[in-house]
């Protein structure tokens, strides 16, 4: 089961965003006393109880003009409301119940989800549990009392939501399927393959672009395994987000990248690279995900000697940071080398996963400096003691050296690429972090 997911819902300027940096411990959302200021959906994990989660920050009523334009309010919590698996209400206890409140209060509870109500601001805490009886009459439940600002109640409401959380599953090993999200911008095919690989229309298809706004996934068993396929709406260019849902859309594929294991990059071969498919691809290797780079329409682009290798060439061109991630030519609509895709997502996901011994990995780093010496800046010379690897997914490994300013990128590229050169790891990005010794304590 996928970690739960806590939406924060409520009209502007309720504090949403300083509850959700204080949950997450720090400051992701940008806090200002002005109403529409989260224009992008902000997500983070944290944890409470030992329990992991994700929460969501999202905007309140953004409207273009002074009026509250309800239907636009109705549209993002509702797409909240579907992905949440628990619903933290902020209110702020200062103003009372206002018809934005009532109105939001209505969708919560026919969406049959466990809502927590919150009534924020309650700095002076005897005045505000006065104030806090008019809230029962949301039909919501008992009003939990906080203020953001001073840190305090927050804990009880952490309690609360952690009770609605669902029962978390026992992980099952081998038989746990490899989940692969498949990303691109809209229009490139994402949904045309999953209906090819599942061998129905499950999917809507159409030419429409931003038809698949949700996130959807797909269970498909074949020989070569266990998958969970996640189609996803395809992320625009910041300048046509407009709606308030297409920017949840965008939300949903980068939480859809963050539970992958391994992301399908589509491209259309009849565009090539773009800018935004530069950038829906960055967030799949920040994400430290395996990625595969597809190129979908390939049996309607123009062909000639040699054509294969010089669009390869032109694609890792522009997307330079991908040089580790295999790319396979298909046609979703013909199903041309769709099948291959399950021995590459096979191949990715283990090299995504694999671990190295301390002892191999440091044989490898010492053949790599009597090879190339570590650099010096005015007289010092880096001096790299020791590394290990610390997790996988991607793969990741600290160094120890004695200075970390000395460790410079170039240097840091060069270990990577005679790691690669060792042990693979085709088509998942490496992590390594320089620690001076005696740093025993490092985050990940």
């Known amino acids: 089961m996928s970690e739960p997911i806590v939406a924060i819902i409520g009209k502007p300027n309720v504090g949403k965003s300083t509850f959700f940096n204080y949950i997450v411990g720090t400051r992701i959302s940008i806090v200002e006393d002005t109403p529409g200021v989260t224009r ?35 549209e993002q919590a509702q797409i909240a409301i579907e992905m949440a698996d628990v619903i933290i209400f902020l209110t702020d206890i200062r103003q009372g119940i206002t018809a934005a409140d009532e109105e939001i209060s209505l969708m919560l509870k026919k969406s049959k989800k466990p809502i927590v109500l919150v009534c924020n601001k309650a700095d002076n805490y005897q005045k505000a549990k006065e104030d806090s009886y008019e809230f029962y009459n949301l039909g919501i439940g008992e009003p939990y009392l906080i203020s953001s600002t001073n840190a305090t109640g927050i804990g009880d409401v952490l309690d609360a939501i952690y009770e609605h959380f669902p029962e978390k599953e026992e992980i099952e090993g081998e038989d746990e399927p490899i989940k692969v999200a498949v990303i691109g911008k809209p229009n490139v095919g994402k949904s045309s393959l999953i209906n090819k690989i599942l061998g129905d229309n499950r999917n809507i298809v159409s030419d429409i672009a931003g038809t698949t706004r949700d996130a959807i996934d797909s269970e498909f068993s074949n020989d070569k395994g266990n ?26 594929t980068l939480l859809a990248i963050e539970r992958a294991d391994v992301c399908l990059m589509l491209i259309d071969a009849l565009e090539g690279v773009t800018d935004q498919d530069a950038k829906i691809a960055g967030e799949a290797h920040e994400a430290g995900k395996g990625v595969i780079i597809v190129v979908n329409k390939w049996d309607e682009y123009e062909k000639e000697t040699g054509t294969l290798e010089k669009y390869k060439k032109e694609i890792y061109n522009k997307l330079a940071y991908l040089s580790y991630a295999p790319i396979l030519f298909i046609s979703a609509k013909t199903g041309q080398r769709v099948d291959k895709l399950f021995e590459l997502i096979n191949h990715v996901a283990e090299q995504n ?9 440091n044989q490898v780093i010492n053949e790599a400096i009597a090879i190339v010496q570590p650099p010096t800046d005015k007289g010092k010379r880096l001096k790299i003691l020791y ?58």
Not at 53 to 61: E, S
Not at 233 to 252: D, L, Q
């Open 40 to 74: 992008d959906r902000i997500y983070a994990k944290t944890n409470w109880r030992g329990r992991e989660f994700t929460v969501i920050d999202t905007a309140g009523i953004e409207p273009k003009s002074e009026d509250i334009i309800i239907s636009q309010m109705r």
């Open 227 to 252: 998958y969970i396929f996640i189609d996803t709406a395809g992320i625009r260019k910041k300048s046509k987000v407009t709606e308030s849902i297409e920017k949840f859309s965008i939300m949903r």
């Open 353 to 361: 996963a694999m671990r190295i011994s301390t002892s191999v990995l």
């Open 387 to 444: 590394g290990t690897q610390v997790s996988t997914k991607p793969p990741t490994f600290v160094i120890f050296v004695n200075n970390k300013e000395l460790f410079h990128f170039s240097y840091e590229r060069y270990l990577i690429n005679q790691i690669r050169k060792e042990f693979g790891l085709e088509g998942t990005p490496i992590r390594i972090i320089a620690r001076e010794k005696g740093e025993k304590e490092f985050e990940i």
